[in-house]
């Protein structure tokens, strides 16, 4: 018997039919005599549905939140009507439904008012996704002869007040998990929890961010001692690269935890680096996997690293990018300048990517996302007005017609010709490198590209570097024994 908590995704219940595909799943799982956790998303398309009506309404819109008021009634009785044969059933959890979309329609009447979308109020409407999603799908399970009770993540992950990106209080989150959830699953109760919220010590409703559901589940994996974690989505893991790009991308068995995170931070659609921390500390696997293809074994997420004859093992690429360059040749031997020039970023509250600088110290160039290019720019020059007065700094610029190719894979700063075979691919492509970075990261290089080469460098480099170091022998474990057929 293994205890394990399984995610899924907005794609993975956006309909009634995935929502059924969802309690054969768990069933399985429990009838092999597993204890299983669900954390659940809202339907697809609710969250932004949410966040439409909420900024309308602050616009001065009273009529579009009402609209999604009703589309959402019809989307999620639709669901209900579907899923649930039992009349009383069905008629409570369309009430418990139809009460948070009154709440809904309070929240936006409010904001269309004050003409103003607080984060914390946000944070109220945008968690409503989730928690409506979370009746229904724990009645599925019931009509499924699964045993199942709810309860929302706010009164498990306990955050401070920073609303639409709250941390987590993990003493207090540890503590309430364990006293409220452990014992549910101990009983052979299918718990499901909302992903994505939490509050605040004094109940106010926060949300997570950025990977807010998987870092949920991440959460609860960790403190209900889980044996893996397994995200559900609607693709069939890790891919070695983007599949619309290059169509022969194919499914990455195995991965480390330093793979993903580096792959999650360039570009890669796969689990933010923050929402895998839990489960690293405490060295629980993850596994990536298709809701509509549940017998695949999908992509293994680990702490040990397997190298590849290749080393490289993913491409990737981040686009809506700026390069912004400093340059003089009056910074050769002047202290400070680096250090003023991000501090000027760091005002703009813009995210650097990635930082190149020439050898001479006659410039430096970093990364920056394509919405904070303008601004950054206006800040370094406000900050090293100074140097441009003594001609020290002749220019800065932004350059946006760039994007960003990283290669990632474990053991790459230890293995001599990786460098060669990337480059090499890029020559085939006629792609020219305009940056690159490869620093104190074993697992990545990171190199800058003009944004109408990108599609090229990462098809070549796919073709002729991953695909050729992929080994035949390198298999992901397979899923705890009889989880899922």
Known sequence: MARITMKFGGTSVGSPEAIAQVADIVK?????????????????????????????????????????????????SNAIRQLLPSDVERISIRDEVDSLIDEFETLCYGIYVLREASHRVMDKVTSLGERMAM??????????????????????????????????????????????????????????????????????????GRGGSDYSAAILGAYVDSDEVWIWTDVDGVMTTDPRVAPDAQV?????????????????????????????????????KNTFNPSFDGTLLTHEEHVTPSTVKAVTAIRDVSMITVAGRGMVGVPGIAARTFAAVAKQ???????????????????????????????????????????????????????????????????????????????????????????????????????ADTERAVQSIHRLVVLNGISPNVHAPEPIKNAVS
């Not at 399985?28 to 309404?57: F, I, K, P, Q, Y």
């Not at 009529?63 to 989307?75: C, G, P, S, W």
């Not at 009645?139 to 009164?155: C, F, K, P, Q």
């Not at 299918?190 to 004094?202: N, Y």
């Open 252 to 288: 990455l068995p195995v991965l480390s935890y330093g793979e993903v995170a580096e792959m999650a931070y360039f570009g890669a659609k796969v689990l933010h680096p923050k929402t895998v921390q839990p489960l690293v500390d405490r060295n629980i696997p993850i596994r990536v």
């Open 135 to 208: 009746p229904i799908i724990s009645a599925a399970l019931r009509h499924n002869g699964v045993s199942s009770t709810t309860i929302s993540a706010s009164y498990l992950i306990v955050t401070d007040d920073q609303f639409q990106n709250a941390g987590v209080l993990f003493d207090d989150t540890e503590r309430r998990i364990r006293r409220e959830l452990v014992p549910v699953l101990a009983q052979r109760i299918v718990p499901v929890v909302t992903g994505f919220l939490g509050a605040t010590r004094d109940g106010v409703i926060t949300t997570l």
């Open 349 to 451: 509250n813009a995210n650097v990517l990635m930082i190149s600088q020439s050898s001479s110290e006659q410039s430096i160039c970093f990364i920056v996302p394509e919405e904070k290019s303008a601004s950054v720019v206006e800040s370094v020059q406000d900050e090293l007005a100074h140097e441009y007065g003594r001609q020290d700094i002749q220019r800065t610029w932004a350059d946006d017609d760039v994007e960003i190719v990283t290669v990632v894979g474990a053991g790459m700063r230890a293995t001599p010709g990786v460098a060669a075979r990337v480059f090499g691919a890029l020559k085939e492509a006629s792609v020219n490198v305009l940056a690159i970075a490869h620093g104190a990261s074993d697992y990545s290089l990171s190199i800058v590209v003009r944004a």
């Open 28 to 76: 399985h799982t429990v009838d092999e005599r597993h204890e299983v956790l669900v954390v659940c998303s809202a339907m697809s398309g609710v969250t932004n549905l949410l966040t439409e009506g909420a900024l309308t309404a602050a616009a001065g819109n009273p009529t579009r939140y009402q609209a999604i008021a009703t589309h959402l009634r019809e989307k999620h």
